[in-house]
């Protein structure tokens, strides 16, 4: 809708998601605004989970470890500052 990822800058973008999609533990390099615009999503951060319907907000501050499921199909705004992008995170892994 507005912005690049790549450049500096407000970047507005929005994400249609089916049922289900999941977007395993990442992060973002800035803040990253959330708006449910239509549907139902599972956010999981800092251990905690928390659920969004239409019209839910929620704020994901830079550096944070979290993933998202769609429980629903859903639409979502995503409001960044440029440069933008996401970094996956590896789970932990058990030593013997």
Do not use: C
């Amino acid at each position: 809708l507005e912005g690049e990822t790549t450049k500096a800058g407000i970047v507005t973008m929005r994400l249609w998601v089916q049922k289900g999609f999941v977007l395993q533990p990442h992060t973002h390099p800035t803040d990253e605004r959330v708006t449910v615009l239509q549907g139902h999503v599972h956010l999981q951060v800092d251990g905690s989970s928390h659920e969004f319907n239409q019209g839910g907000f929620y704020l994901t501050p830079k550096g944070t470890v979290h993933s998202v499921r769609a429980l629903e199909e859903s639409l979502l705004q995503i409001t960044v500052q440029g440069p933008w992008g996401v970094k996956m995170v590896a789970p932990p892994t058990s030593k013997p």
